[in-house]
Nanobody, 118 residues
Framework: QVQLAESGGGLVQAGGSLRLSCAASGRTFSAFAIGWFRQGPGKEREFVASIRWTTGSLFYADSVKGRFTISRDNAKNTLYLQMNSLKPEDTAVYYC???????????WGQGTQVTVSS
């Protein structure tokens, strides 16, 4: 089991920045990858960014490349998402997730709301 807890969401004006955190606990060493997803109002959940746990390889959705940065602190078992140049369309509930095998995501946090005002 892997437990995930997000924090750091809030209200920000367009062009501003936020940093999300995801504290991981449990069998984190068993994860293949850990990442961020989001679900905007009336939209389906979509991939944002991820890190392969063993290699550290990074992956981003095209919509956030150059604006968002995913990183991790192994000592703290914490995942981060630095979000810069935020746009109103980034408004969503952001979820942290861990996957045990490629292409599948098995564990989810409760989500944190990010609202970007225009």
């Amino acid at each position: 089991q892997v437990q995930l807890a997000e924090s750091g969401g809030g209200l920000v004006q367009a062009g501003g920045s936020l940093r999300l955190s995801c504290a991981a606990s449990g069998r984190t060493f068993s994860a293949f990858a850990i990442g961020w997803f989001r679900q905007g109002p009336g939209k389906e959940r979509e991939f944002v960014a991820s890190i392969r746990w063993t290699t550290g390889s990074l992956f981003y959705a095209d919509s956030v490349k150059g604006r968002f940065t995913i990183s991790r602190d192994n000592a703290k078992n914490t995942l981060y998402l630095q979000m810069n140049s935020l746009k109103p369309e980034d408004t969503a509930v952001y979820y942290c997730s861990a996957g045990l095998i490629p292409g599948q995501w098995h564990y989810w946090g409760q989500g944190t709301q990010v609202t970007v005002s225009s």
